[in-house]
């Protein structure tokens, strides 16, 4: 699991108004880094766009169901990595695997996939609308919506 963290600034202004209107706020934010996820996610199969929400109580959701390689994804391998070496062979000699062009390809060492921080740019857009989201609950709790 690996858990994002939200600007504890844009979070504090969901604290500084009435309750009612925070909990729907902060419900519009997860919202839209659900859909930042979502639409921000690199296309390749499409499995990295599955991502689900689930409410755990006013102030908590998970944002779940990725595949298991999301973080690789986000985060980058080998070189590029957190370890910050080459992909090498574990068991063999070689590292074996098919491109895009359906070529088998061996080779002795791979640089490992550059970062994509499709994660962090799903959170910042939906920091950035946090003023936006309390106008609108305190819009909607006002006229009773």
């Known amino acids: 699991m690996y ?4 600007d504890p600034k844009q979070l504090e202004k969901l604290t500084k108004v009435p309750d009612q209107v925070g909990k729907r706020a902060f419900k519009y934010l997860v919202e839209e880094i659900h859909a ?3 639409d921000e996610s690199p296309v390749d199969k499409g499995k990295l ?9 006013d ?14 994804v986000a985060l980058g391998t080998g070189i590029y990595g957190k370890r910050g070496t080459p992909i090498v062979p574990k068991r063999a000699q070689f590292l074996r695997f098919v491109n895009k062009q359906g070529q088998v390809i061996f080779t002795k ?3 490992g996939q550059k ?17 936006e989201f309390i106008r609108r ?3 909607e709790v006002e006229s009773g919506i």
């Open 115 to 131: 970062p994509n921080p499709y994660h962090e740019r799903g959170v910042a857009r939906g920091e950035k609308r946090v003023d």
């Open 137 to 139: 609950a305190q819009r």
């Open 3 to 6: 858990n994002l963290e939200i």
């Open 49 to 57: 766009q599955k991502w689900k929400r689930k409410k755990v109580n």
């Open 109 to 111: 060492s791979v640089k």
């Open 59 to 72: 102030w908590e959701y998970k944002i779940h169901d990725g595949p298991e390689y999301a973080l690789f």
């Open 36 to 38: 930042g996820f979502i």
